[in-house]
């Protein structure tokens, strides 16, 4: 036997969507129901292990050989449950993820969405779900169904009959997507990589119990007694309620209020008069912090040993490979800019509400703040944060050979006061912020850098700035001429791109990247070898005469796979982004082979567990530049900690 594929069907009365696979396993009523499975070229059979079937010996031993390559759709789910059920050890290895290879070829993640974009003649049974309820979650106890907390085979025959068949057409589906792009194979670093990414996961991050509890508390406690200010303050029966909130603000102001997002409340505030109004919209703000979410999420995930695992996913965002977060997101996790952070935290730690409303006054914010900190290490250790520095700014200007901004990012660093000194036309020391220079300068810098226009510094928080939004356009057109090497390579990568649609097969060069169809995908090759897909590539005609590029891919607001457009800017953002995800992959394959144990990475930012002395070699290997990326200036930074944190 050379390959094996797997679909496995399980139970377990933990909630795999809020705790993950981890948790989901450790439950003590775990099972494996069926085991469907492919070997080589012999049809899908099935084993019936809720009935008392064994699994035959000789896929018993496929299991246990490091030379049978196992496959599966999201093959971590299958890696870690039939360790768990088996009490067999599945090193990632071995093992092979069909997701992996669809998120690589710019298709959806799940099974069901990758076979329909690919248009197989061969469909996901649209009937599972129901049967995946019924059989493998719990179910509430009620006199008819005799008190019982789960459906069993013998509950449902018919049922159950058709589960094993749902199970059978799985594996049918996951082999028809490889048949479907057999013409893709994972590459050799890449597959290292996810190797990596498996052991990260499965060794987790150490979360601290005792903080996450009194957080939430906290959070109960100090949301009651404002909902009870707000109701005073307004009458109202349920002041939480964003349509009875805005009535009343209508009422109140004389002027129809039409929205409470995020964005609007601070600017409500700053414009009203009336003190009421004034707070009721400041309790809205506090009230809305989402802080209570992640600690929630936390205490769902925990494992018995309190850390969390699971929390990276591959290939998560497939337009540029960086990876996503689950569970607790910690790619989203708020920053701290708490003058007394350690303070704070012991206050939270020790339970004492009084004394952190008492110093900290906003106990929702001073929430917020900590979150990250609930993210701890062994009393013998520290974590080791380090990331690089300005890193999509880097490498935008390595490709575009923006000359002036990397003199800059090889000497004093000071890219937002350059930036500014270069926009304004102003000697660089008059760049501060008390001019309101360098914050023009910095927005303008990070909202700018893909084509962006007047639309992209508002989303960036210029208006939330004090910038009206007349002057935005003036701001838009100073960083371009600032930077005419960026907007020129906006468009050359955008031609680029036409020109090898324009001619299949045909390898079209710029600089160190390359275009190519090939199978009906546009692969953009990177620099580390690396490529991008984009799947069906399209010309049509352009707004302004020539054409524009559109490919098939997930509609972001609706999640529907449609035909899409996009533009030399956009391309633009994906190259910057994924080769920065390649520089953090090097680093984190270079680290991992020196002996340090990554828990957890974000962005352009590794954390490893270790001891406080090693953080000058572990910036030191981060910093080391793969041989793809010599010219490109390179810098990170780093420190040890107890608590995770921004420095």
């Known amino acids: 036997m050379k390959t094996l594929g797997i679909d496995i069907e399980t139970f377990s009365s933990a909630d795999l969507t809020k705790g993950g696979v981890y948790k989901y396993t450790e439950s003590p009523d775990f099972e494996i129901l069926l085991f469907a499975y492919k070997a ?42 039939i360790s768990r059920h088996f009490g067999i050890p599945q090193l990632p290895e071995p093992w092979e993820c069909t997701m992996v290879k669809v998120a690589m070829l710019g298709y959806p993640l799940s099974l069901d969405q990758a076979g329909k974009a690919m248009n197989l003649s061969i469909e996901k049974d649209s009937a599972g779900k129901a049967l995946i309820r019924f059989f493998t979650m719990p179910c509430k106890p009620t006199k008819a169904n005799g008190e019982r907390y789960r459906n069993l085979p013998h509950h449902a025959p018919e049922k159950w009959q058709s589960f094993k068949k749902y199970c059978i057409r799985d594996v049918e589906v996951e082999q028809a997507i490889r048949a479907k792009i057999s013409f893709f194979q994972i590459p050799v670093q890449e597959k290292k990589l996810w190797n990596l990414d498996q052991k990260i996961n499965d060794r987790g991050v150490l979360l601290d119990p005792v903080l996450i509890k009194n957080a939430i508390r906290f959070d109960g406690v100090t949301k009651e007694k404002m909902t009870a200010e707000a109701i005073e303050l307004t009458g109202l029966n349920n002041p939480n309620s964003a349509k009875q909130l805005k009535e009343w603000l209508t009422a109140e102001l004389d002027e129809e209020v039409t929205d409470l997002k995020k964005e609007t409340i601070p600017v409500l505030i700053s414009n009203v008069s009336q003190s009421n109004v004034k707070r009721v919209l400041e309790l809205r703000q506090e009230m809305s912090k989402t802080s209570v979410k992640k600690y929630m999420a936390m205490r769902n995930v925990i494992g018995s040993d309190n850390r969390v695992r699971g929390l990276f996913q591959f290939y998560g965002a497939n337009r540029t490979g960086r990876w996503g977060g689950r569970l607790i997101q910690p790619q989203n996790l ?50 080791l944060v380090s990331d690089f520095s300005a890193i999509e700014a880097r490498v935008l200007a390595w490709q575009a050979n923006e000359k ?38 910095k927005i303008a810098e990070l909202a700018l850098g893909y084509n962006g226009g007047p639309a992209a510094l508002i989303k960036m928080g210029a208006l939330r700035m004090g910038m009206s939004e007349d002057e ?12 005419p090497m960026i907007v020129r390579y906006w468009k050359a990568v955008e031609n680029a791109a036409i020109e090898a649609v324009e001619n299949p097969g045909e390898k079209v060069k710029l600089a160190n990247i390359s275009f190519q169809v090939s199978n009906d995908h546009l692969f953009i090759t990177l620099p580390s070898g690396r490529k991008l897909s984009y799947v069906k590539p399209r010309l049509k005609p352009g707004k302004f005469g020539g054409y524009a590029l559109t490919y098939e891919g997930t509609d972001q607001n609706t999640k529907q796979w449609k035909r899409l457009d996009t533009y030399g800017g956009k391309l633009v953002e994906n190259i910057v982004q994924a080769i920065a995800r390649d520089l953090l992959a090097e680093a984190m394959l270079r680290l991992d082979a020196a002996g340090y144990d990554i828990v957890m990475h974000v962005h352009d930012e590794t954390v490893t567990e270790g001891h ?24 990170a930074e780093g420190y040890a900690t107890k608590y995770y944190r921004k420095d």
């Open 404 to 441: 002036w901004k990397l003199e800059v990012f090889a000497g004093h660093g000071k890219i937002y006061e350059a930036t500014g000194a270069r926009m304004f036309n102003r000697p660089i020391e008059e760049i501060t912020n008390a001019s309101g220079l360098r914050g023009k300068a």
């Open 40 to 81: 080589d070229n012999d049809p899908v059979r099935i084993v019936d292990l809720a009935n008392g079937e064994s699994l035959p010996a000789d896929v018993f031993k496929a299991l246990t050989d490091p030379s049978v390559i196992k496959t599966a759709h999201n093959a971590s789910f299958e890696r870690i449950c």
């Open 334 to 383: 708020r920053k701290n800019d708490l003058k007394d952070l350690d303070l704070a935290r012991k206050l939270v730690e020790a339970g004492d509400l009084d004394t952190t409303e008492l110093c900290f006054g906003n106990v929702p914010d001073t929430l917020s703040q900590l979150i990250r900190t609930a993210f701890i290490t062994d009393s013998d250790k520290h974590l």
């Open 612 to 635: 406080e002395s090693q953080i000058h070699t572990i910036n030191q290997l981060m910093a080391v530049k793969p041989d793809w990326a010599q010219t490109l200036p390179l810098g």
């Open 472 to 483: 935005l356009p003036g701001l838009v057109s100073t960083w371009r001429k600032a930077n």
